[in-house]
DNA sequence: TATTGAAGAATTGTTCAACAATCCCTATTC
DNA sequence: GAATAGGGATTGTTGAACAATTCTTCAATA
């Protein structure tokens, strides 16, 4: 039983090392690409030349080039032959698609959270709790990117990879918006109570009220976008 | 009105004439790849050396190393770190992944169906003839692709890119465990009649009957994919 | 002043060669 | 059979080069 036991964290170690430095220089870059823009350093409308970000970055042409390749395909970036790479400006319609598309993933997962795997429900908790902590500071950007950890915490409640997948690639993209709005924190600060009122439906098994809710909230917000849109036009 | 219709057209041609060798080297051996694997051509578990298929193709291996970006993206090739690139072999956790996801997607896409573009359901006829069309001459390859366009024109309904795209992809991904099944043909035979039953409900108005219909199908599907597994096992 | 065209500079897309690092395969030894 | 070493093959990356395309600037013309 000793050795038997031995064995298992031997073999677990093994499997960690093995994944130190197993990753390539254009997905690392592509990594560092993926959070300024999440985050907003790069904004959308930049154009990334390859030239000045390979020397900022200190690789090569051809290798900033895959990690473009990899990021166009999640939608963060837009390339045009010829002309170059840019962080992608989403239009209304975007918008529009996307809370289609996220009503159809996050409805869903709530539909199907009586399954949820174990520990789906606490990444939604943490999710929340990172959120409101965030606020009581006036770090409305970790506001931010916590109100993304809690969509992704829901969709989570699925199982599901490729359902994950999605969420991660449409809420990275969602950012885009956030981060020409004029007035992201009002944006923010009434989702806070509500993502709380979320949680509590989920953890007390009334799945078809924390359906209708996000659902509500999923048109509350694209319909406040929208409206922001037109006011910035 | 006839200065104005003469801008319009002259527009158009403009537009049209712009996509006129636009797309680079790399997107196009992507997409000569991606037919080759949805076709069979490239089965599962196929290592795609840098060396050969460059020499192959005719491309340097830097284009063809971003050609293989675009497609792992895609769940098509899977990129091993310093051990090359394969084509995908989707295990059974994968298929019902893959089924969970399509539930997801296309029972939705049903859902809103009252609301699908003009022409959207031309397309499922279409998709539904193609295959009647490819059964009656035995071609079977040809009805598996008619029914990869039948379900992507159920996805269609809902008038989406980003669900357009999703269906796209899985759907591709679906293709890969086809071709390492034994009895193509058996599996395939069946659906033809349902897919006719299927667009008949849609074209009728019947949306809640189609929804759980395709549900229903989708449940059979998944069932007979992780028999085959078994069998092969 | 506004528009058009030309020229030059900047940049992208692709190829090629080179090299370091890693993996795979084979042969040898225990 | 298992372990090790060596050699070859391949991948990952860099940098240079060049053709093609786009962008910017300036001059000429209406």
Redesign the interface.
């Known amino acids: 039983m000793s050795m038997t036991s031995r064995r298992d964290w031997v073999a677990d170690l093994a499997n960690e090392r093995s994944l130190i430095g ?3 220089t ?1 997905a690392r870059v592509a990594d560092a690409l993926r959070t300024r823009v999440i985050e907003g350093a790069l904004l959308p409308g930049t154009r990334l030349s390859e030239e000045d970000l390979g020397a900022a970055l200190g690789v090569s042409r ?1 290798t900033l ?2 990690a473009f ?2 990021l166009t ?2 939608r963060l970036l837009v390339h045009e ?2 002309r170059g790479v840019f962080v992608r400006t989403l239009t209304p319609d975007d918008v529009r ?2 809370y ?2 996220r009503r ?2 996050e409805c ?1 997962a709530v539909h199907q959270s009586a399954h949820a795997p174990a520990g789906a429900l606490d990444a939604v908790r943490a999710a929340v709790e990172e959120g409101e902590a965030a606020a009581l500071v006036d770090d409305w950007s970790t506001v931010g990117t916590a109100n993304m950890h809690f969509h992704q915490g829901i969709v989570g409640l ?1 199982g ?4 994950d997948e ?1 969420a991660r690639q ?1 809420l990275a993209e969602l950012r885009l918006v956030f981060h020409v709005m004029a007035d992201f924190q009002r944006f923010h600060e009434s989702y806070l109570t509500q993502n709380r009122a979320m949680y509590q439906l989920l953890r007390t098994g009334r799945i078809a009220d924390a359906e209708t809710e996000l659902a509500r909230y999923l048109d509350v917000a694209e319909r406040q976008l929208l409206d922001a849109f037109r006011e910035s036009a």
Chains 1, 2 share one sequence.
């Open positions: 197993r990753s390539s254009a051809n080039r895959e390749r990899l395909h999640e032959f010829n698609d996307v289609q598309y159809v993933i869903a699925a599901s990879q490729r359902l999605a449409v």
